[in-house]
Each structure stands twice: as C-alpha cells, then as structure tokens.
C-alpha cells in the first residue's frame, strides 16, 4: 500500500537551516506531484508547496517563497523540503502528501505521519 | 488566493444526529475543486470527498459532500462514535491551494 515516511525534523535556531525527507513507496513515485503541508502547534493546516511529478515545475506559499526549496529524487522514491531562514512561526508539524495526479493541482491522499520543526533559540 | 470559511467554529452533537459543515469560498472555486479531509488527534488527515462530492476509498457512505461556486456542504447522515474530529476544507482550483480553519465536530 502507499506510504510516505517523514523525517528530518528537529529544534532548530532562528536563521538557521533544516533539509526535510519524505521516504515514498507502494506507487509509482515518479508519476505524481507531491506536496508539502504544515500545521503549527493547536493550529489549522497550511500548504506549503507542491513539485509535479518530473520536477520541472513547483510553486509555493507566499509565507515561504524565497526560504524554502521543494525537490524530488525519483530514482529514490524521496521528496524534499530545504528550509532555510527559518522563522518561530515556522514552528509546525510538516505532512509530505502524495497528489491525485501528475501536476500541481489536485486532492492530496494519502498524507505521511508528519514530522515535527521546532523554530527556538 | 482564495479564501475559504468554514463554519461553524464548533459543532456539538450526539451519535446517531446528522451533521453539517459548510465551507465559503471567497471567490469561486472553479470545477468544483474543492476535497474534505477529517483529522484526530495526534493523526494526519485523512481524504473524505474530493470533487465536492465524490467519496475516496473505503469511505463511508454516511458521509456526502454538495456545492459548487462558492458554497459546499459536507453531511455526515449518522453520527458514529469514531466520527469526532476536526474537519477541513481544502481547494485545488487554483496553484496556490489553501484550507479551511477547521470544525470540531464534538460529542454533545
């Protein structure tokens, strides 16, 4: 069955950097748009960015554009989530989810179990 | 970007009473690309509906999703024990998706 698998997170200093990985498997990897959506501590979810399935194309949230970058090794079945610059309320849990097709539009199912980015000094 | 509300804030219900979340767009969401997702604690969310109205796999039959433009509903006919969660709206009609605030559907 699908799964993604999350990891990478951690407390982390303002300013500083952070790389997020998103371990995919039991679908072809390479045929789907990923996304990445966060949710800060008691708070509603926010997408953050989504990468189509070649990586030739992604886009983001405005309250990250410019830090962060998303990436993909299909050959690895990963996805990524450089984040730098980072901000206190950056703080969150960080879901990877897998798209309902190859581009950046669409549902997102299903979601990983998260990982958890603690922005403090 | 278009902003979605959802109300109500909270929702206090017994099991077996019918339940119903709405969601407000801002501006229309085009095809009707509008999906629900429910989230308990400590869980990632979970795909509901997507389309509006079309239910992903494995999901009851108690649970139905309606709208277009900027007005949806999700509807819960039957409330089970395991239906207590939060509830969001999300559209995909445009690149910079966005979500709901959430209802909490709470036990009465």
């Known amino acids: 069955q699908v799964q993604l698998v999350e990891s990478g997170g951690g407390v982390v200093q303002p300013g500083r950097s952070l790389r997020l990985s998103c371990a995919a498997s039991g679908f072809m990897f390479s045929s789907y748009g990923m996304h990445w959506v966060r949710q800060a501590p008691g708070k509603g979810l926010e997408w953050v960015a989504v990468i189509i399935y070649d990586g030739s194309n992604k886009y983001y949230a405005d309250s990250v554009k410019g830090r962060f970058t998303i990436s993909r090794d299909n050959s690895n079945y990963t996805l990524y989530l450089q984040m730098s610059s980072l901000r206190p309320e950056d703080t969150a849990v960080y879901y990877c989810a897998k798209g309902n097709s190859g581009y950046h539009l669409g549902w997102f199912d299903p979601w990983g179990q998260g990982t958890l980015v603690t922005v403090s000094s | 970007e278009i902003v979605l509300t959802q109300s109500p804030g909270t929702l206090s219900l017994s099991p077996g009473e019918r339940a119903i979340f709405s969601c407000r767009a801002s501006q229309s969401v085009s095809t009707s690309y509008l999906a629900w997702y429910q989230q308990k604690p400590g869980q990632a969310p979970r795909l509901l509906i997507y389309?509006?109205?079309n239910r992903a796999t494995g999901i009851p039959d108690r649970f139905s999703g309606s709208g277009s433009g900027t007005d949806f509903t999700l509807t819960i006919s039957r409330l089970e024990p395991e239906d207590f969660a939060v509830y969001y709206c999300q559209q995909y009609g445009s690149s910079r998706m966005t979500f709901g605030q959430g209802t909490r559907l709470e036990i009465k």
């Open positions: 389309g509006a109205s």
